[in-house]
């Protein structure tokens, strides 16, 4: 009776509290105490509506709940059945979005550190979304403005309602098993957080985590935060912008390349025309030091005829101050005057020496420091970088242009280290190197 | 994967060019790195000039085998979803 009178009475009831002692035996049903400052009523959650709540409940959670009063008669107590149950200042949703990152992000699928650099220049882009609405199509309108000749590999799916979380997942691991992608897109265009919601599902955020490809998530609009976003490599904030995030754009990769190659001709073109101005210089200086060299040793030759000559005239002087001498002994001189000018022909004699060596000594010396700029000056520190100098045979003129010889003429060439006697074989007037 | 090769031929490409520039290698060496140089940059070419554009789809018969076929209008027109 009493039962009778609670359960039509009180065949709904609005109640609000904190759940405490909770407990789920295997029978599935929840039971629980709801209370508040002053009061508390026992609660039971039977198994088909416990399995419906979208958060988990847990002790100390306030709730908002609606239900019916019963009697348990087997120990006469008075509880309610609850039917829905809602956490209280804010969405249920929100609850269970808040619990599950919390417990994935505990077990470290959310890690920085787990992230993976996107490629840079991917060749195939896989693409988990449905394959009608805009969503798909800003995604290859993009892709393929961007690299125009890119692949693409579609994985159609529902993205909101039932089963859609389950398809994703699948479509996720099976891009994965299908190799040959380089980067997966995970997205869809705007909705409400009700349609997003298959993104928050732990399934997908669990097949986004496990793929071995990096993935990139791009779920509605800016403002829309998923739990996906969280698991992915990089998160768009929208589909068009995951395109963008993924291919590069072909027609600046075709310039960078063109700069690069036309630097690299550009930078041989410089080198090989420094090279060769430098050449010339050397080659211009050696000639000018060979022609000093010939002058210095003219020189040389010069002073060698001027001593002799000077030799001779001394010795010219000495004989005829010997003859003089003689002439004064002979005139009855003092023998004093002979032995004057006997001791006169040793310090001529050394006199003459002096002169001899000091002008030789100079000479050498001159012709040393002339050798000493030729060597500097040697065009054997460019043949060491791999240059040659060739020449014709016997005349030694330095070739430069093709046409200066004829087919058979030998040549020789000159390396770095010992030369090569060539003969001609062939003549190409080609411009370049 | 052609992608990994061309970025990694793309990343030599931009090392040979910094090391011409800097210009202090001996002539033969200079020489080498030239016609690496070019040899990748003609291998980057084509790899941008390979015309696959291809869009395809990604699906599973009923024995559970993937394949691929190609995505037609058809797709989006329906709405139909394999899976």
């Known amino acids: 009776m009493v039962r009778a009178s609670l359960e039509t009475d009180f065949a709904e009831v609005w109640i609000e509290g904190e759940i405490s002692n909770l407990r789920a035996p295997g029978s599935g049903h929840l039971y629980c105490t709801l209370k508040d400052d002053t009061s508390q009523i026992r609660a039971v959650i039977f198994r088909s509506i416990a399995a419906r709540l979208r958060f988990g409940l847990e002790d100390g959670l306030h709730v908002v709940a609606r239900g019916r009063v019963t009697v348990y008669e087997p120990r006469g107590e008075y509880q309610v059945v609850l039917e829905y149950v809602e956490p209280k200042g804010r969405g249920a949703l929100q609850l269970a979005f808040e619990q599950l990152k919390q417990r994935l992000s505990e077990e470290g699928l959310f890690a920085q550190d787990r992230k993976r650099p996107l490629p840079a220049f991917p060749h195939t882009v896989g693409i988990v979304t449905s394959p009608t609405g805009a969503a798909v199509r800003d995604m290859i309108t993009v892709l393929h403005r961007r690299w125009p000749t890119l692949r693409i590999i579609l994985t159609p799916v529902s993205v909101q309602g039932e089963g859609s979380a389950e398809q994703i997942a699948f479509a996720i691991r099976s891009l994965n098993e299908f190799g040959d992608v380089d980067v997966i897109i995970v997205g869809r265009g705007g909705g409400s957080s009700e349609d997003l919601w298959s993104f928050n599902d732990e399934r997908v955020v669990r097949a986004i985590a496990a793929s071995s490809i990096p993935v990139v998530s791009a779920v509605g609009h800016e403002t829309d935060i998923t739990l996906a976003d969280f698991a992915a490599d990089i998160r768009a904030p929208t589909p068009s912008a995951a395109a963008e995030a993924v291919a590069p754009v072909l027609r600046e990769v075709a310039d960078r390349l063109g700069e690069l190659t036309a630097r690299c001709h550009l930078e041989m073109n410089r080198r090989y025309h420094a090279d060769r101005q430098q050449l010339d210089l050397l080659l211009t200086n050696l000639a000018s030091v060979r022609f000093r060299v010939l002058e210095e040793m003219q020189r040389v030759d010069g002073t060698v005829i001027q001593m002799r000559q000077a030799v001779q005239e001394l010795l010219q002087q000495g004989r005829e101050r010997l003859h003089a001498l003689r002439h004064d002994v002979a005139g009855g001189s003092p023998e004093s005057r002979v032995r004057q000018g006997l001791a006169l022909v040793p310090q001529l004699l050394s006199r003459l020496e002096q002169v001899m060596r000091y002008g030789l000594n100079r000479r050498r010396q001159q012709a040393g420091s002339c050798l000493g700029r030729l060597h500097a000056l040697s065009p054997l520190s460019i043949l060491d970088r791999g240059y040659s100098i060739v020449e014709t045979v016997p005349n030694q003129d330095i070739v430069r242009d093709a046409g200066q010889v004829v087919v058979g003429q030998e040549v020789l060439a000159r390396l770095a280290k010992g030369r090569l006697h060539c003969i001609v074989k062939e003549i190409r007037h080609d411009p370049s190197v | ?83």
């Open chain 2, 1 to 83: 994967m052609a992608g990994v090769k061309f970025e990694q031929a793309m990343a030599r490409l931009e090392a040979i060019v910094a090391e011409l520039e800097k210009g202090d290698l001996p002539l033969d060496e200079s020489l080498k790195i030239f016609e690496e140089g070019i040899r990748l940059s003609k291998n980057c070419l084509k790899v941008l000039e390979e015309a696959e554009r291809k869009i395809e789809v990604l699906v599973q018969d009923k024995n559970g085998k993937k394949q691929l076929r190609a995505f037609s209008p058809v797709d989006e027109e329906t709405g139909e979803v394999d899976s």
